[in-house]
Every structure is written in C-alpha cells, then in structure tokens.
C-alpha cells in the first residue's frame, strides 16, 4: 500500500512536470484547443488543454494516457509506389493518434466517457475538421511520406537512400519504439514554435528532418 502511494505521488509529480514543460510550448499552438487557443478550431466552454487528448483516469491503451476516442485502421488507402521496399501498414501507434482528428470522421470533441463531445467553434456539422480545410488530411494517405512502415535495421538496409542507424542526437526523429515511421517522425504535436514555416516540426529546418533517416 505504501508502495503505491508512492508510485502514485511520483506519478503524479511526473505528470505535473510534463504538464509545465509542456504547456509553455503548446498554449501557442492550434493544438490548444481549449478556449484560449489560438486557432479558429477550439472550444467555447472547456479550458484544459491537455484533455483533447488526455485524460488521468480511464484511458485508453492506444496512447499514453490517451483520452480522445481512435480512429478505426482498416480502409485507409496507403502510400503505394512500385519503388517502395517496405510495406505501409494501417494506422497504428502515434499515427492512429494523429488520424483521430485529422482523417476527418471523428469530432474534435470527443472525449472518451463523454455521452456527447465538447462543443467547438469552426467544426463541421459532426464536430469535425471540415472537409475543405487543408488540416483535413482524410482516409487516402497516398499522398503523404508512406507512416507505420516499418524502419528496422533489415527494412532500412534494403533501401539505399535509408540511413542505419537513424542518429538524432536530440532524440526527436526516427522511429517509434515499435521500429515504425509515424507522423511524429515529423511532427511534434506539443511543440509548433522550432519551424514558422513547416508546422508543428521536429527541427528548426526542413532538411534536418529527413536527412536522419534519409542519405538524400
Ligand atoms: C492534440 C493532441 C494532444 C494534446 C492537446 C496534448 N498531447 Fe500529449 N501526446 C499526444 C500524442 C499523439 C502523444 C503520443 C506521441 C508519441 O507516441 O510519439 C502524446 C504524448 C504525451 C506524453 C508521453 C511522452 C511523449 O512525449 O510521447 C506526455 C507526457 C504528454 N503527451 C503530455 C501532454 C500534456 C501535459 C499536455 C497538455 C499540456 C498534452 N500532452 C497535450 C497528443 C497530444
Ligand atoms: C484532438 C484532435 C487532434 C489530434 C489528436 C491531433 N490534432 Fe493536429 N490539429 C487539430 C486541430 C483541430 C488543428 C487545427 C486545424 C485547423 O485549424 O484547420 C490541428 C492542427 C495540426 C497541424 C497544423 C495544421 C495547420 O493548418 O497549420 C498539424 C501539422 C497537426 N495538427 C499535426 C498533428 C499530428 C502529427 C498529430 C498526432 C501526433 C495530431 N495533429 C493530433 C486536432 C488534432
Ligand atoms: C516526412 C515528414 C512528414 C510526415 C511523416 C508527416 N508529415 Fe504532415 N507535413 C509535413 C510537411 C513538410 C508539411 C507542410 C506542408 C507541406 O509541405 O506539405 C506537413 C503538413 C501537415 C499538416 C498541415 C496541412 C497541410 O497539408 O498543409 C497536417 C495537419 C499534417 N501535416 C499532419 C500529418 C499527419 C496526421 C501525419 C501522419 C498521418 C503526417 N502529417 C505525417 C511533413 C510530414
Ligand atoms: C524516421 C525516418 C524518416 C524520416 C524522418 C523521413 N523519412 Fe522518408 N522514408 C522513410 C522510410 C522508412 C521510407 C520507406 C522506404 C522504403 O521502404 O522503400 C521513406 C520513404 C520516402 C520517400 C518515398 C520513396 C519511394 O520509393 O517512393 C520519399 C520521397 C521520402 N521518404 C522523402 C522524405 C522527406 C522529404 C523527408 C523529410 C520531410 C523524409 N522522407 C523524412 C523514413 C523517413
């Protein structure tokens, strides 16, 4: 029992710590989408950032800690060129995370244990990224950098352009614990101010990304 107060007050401490880290630097993003964000898509009721996507209690095993309800993997259409070595699978790990609100079919609102989603401005008739905006990315990815394809040793050594090993030293691109290419490969979604071109970016530079992974 001791035990687990303790567990539970470092996770605690943890989780507050993140909270200031993190806060600083996505209060200024489109991704506060409480009602002090800055985008046109945010809320007209709820101010805690970080439940769009988090929750402490009953979350869901797709994510850390994740609270905002998953898109289902299955009819994606994925990157597919006769040159490609390795194959894209369905949305999975941060990727799925990311398809959540942007595939378009779920609202942004939708908070996992809630009976109907938080209410947002500039949302289509279901709650969702309307269709017409360019952050409306859809369920046809073949025509973004091929994600959940697998980036291991044997997978990167039967492509010449790909570098093995990835070598980040700041540790922010590359592949995800499970040897995948995610959407986070690129893009960091608690931090929008390295780039002010390229959003929500990894690096200061669009090379610095790529050039990780890639030989050119
Ligand atoms: C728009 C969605 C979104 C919001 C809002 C958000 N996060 Fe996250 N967060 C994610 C995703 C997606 C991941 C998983 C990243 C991965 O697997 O690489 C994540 C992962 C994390 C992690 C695990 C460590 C890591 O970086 O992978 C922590 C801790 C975290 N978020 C804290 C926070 C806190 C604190 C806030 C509020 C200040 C917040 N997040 C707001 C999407 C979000
Ligand atoms: C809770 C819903 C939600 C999740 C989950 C989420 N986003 Fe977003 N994201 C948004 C909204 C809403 C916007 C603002 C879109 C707009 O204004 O058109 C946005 C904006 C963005 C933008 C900037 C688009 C622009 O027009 O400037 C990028 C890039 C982005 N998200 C990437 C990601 C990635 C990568 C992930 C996963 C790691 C992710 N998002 C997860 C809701 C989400
Ligand atoms: C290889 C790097 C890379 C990966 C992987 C990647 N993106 Fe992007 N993304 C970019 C770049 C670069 C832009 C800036 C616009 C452009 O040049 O197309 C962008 C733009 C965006 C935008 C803004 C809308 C737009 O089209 O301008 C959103 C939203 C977004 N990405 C979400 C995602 C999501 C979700 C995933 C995973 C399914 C993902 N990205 C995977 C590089 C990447
Ligand atoms: C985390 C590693 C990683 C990052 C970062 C990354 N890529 Fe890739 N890229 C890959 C992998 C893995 C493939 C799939 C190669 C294969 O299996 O043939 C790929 C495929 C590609 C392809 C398609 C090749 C083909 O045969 O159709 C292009 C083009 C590409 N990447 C360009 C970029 C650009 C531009 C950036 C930076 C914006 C970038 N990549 C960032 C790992 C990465």
């Not at 209060?27 to 985008?39: A, C, E, I, M, P």
């Not at 994740?66 to 999975?92: D, S, V």
Request: hydrophobic letters at 30%; charged letters at 15%.
């Amino acid at each position: 029992m001791k035990n687990l107060v303790k567990c539970g007050l470092l996770v605690l401490f943890l989780l507050t710590l993140s909270v200031f880290v993190m806060a600083g630097a996505i209060v200024d993003s489109k991704h506060n989408l409480s009602t002090s964000g800055r985008g046109q898509i945010k809320s007209s009721s709820e101010t805690r950032i970080c439940i769009f996507c988090h929750t402490s209690h009953n979350s869901s095993p797709d994510g850390p800690l994740w609270g905002h309800q998953t898109t289902t993997p299955g009819n994606f259409t994925t990157y597919n060129r006769a040159t490609l070595k390795n194959q894209p699978q369905q949305p999975n790990g941060a990727t799925k995370l990311c398809l959540s609100c942007h595939d378009g079919t779920i609202a942004v609102g939708a908070i996992k244990g809630l009976s109907r989603p938080i209410p947002m401005q500039n949302v289509g008739a279901a709650g969702e990224i309307p269709e017409l905006r360019p952050s409306n990315i859809g369920r046809d990815l073949s025509g973004t950098h091929p994600v959940s394809i697998p980036y291991l040793q044997n997978s990167a050594l039967a492509v010449d352009h790909l570098r093995w090993p990835p070598v980040d030293p700041e540790g922010k691109v590359g592949p995800d614990a499970d040897g995948f290419v995610q959407c986070t490969a690129c893009h960091d979604p608690h931090d929008d101010s390295r780039s002010k071109k390229y959003p929500f970016w990894n690096k200061s530079t669009f090379d610095e990304v790529c050039k990780t992974c890639h030989t050119y």
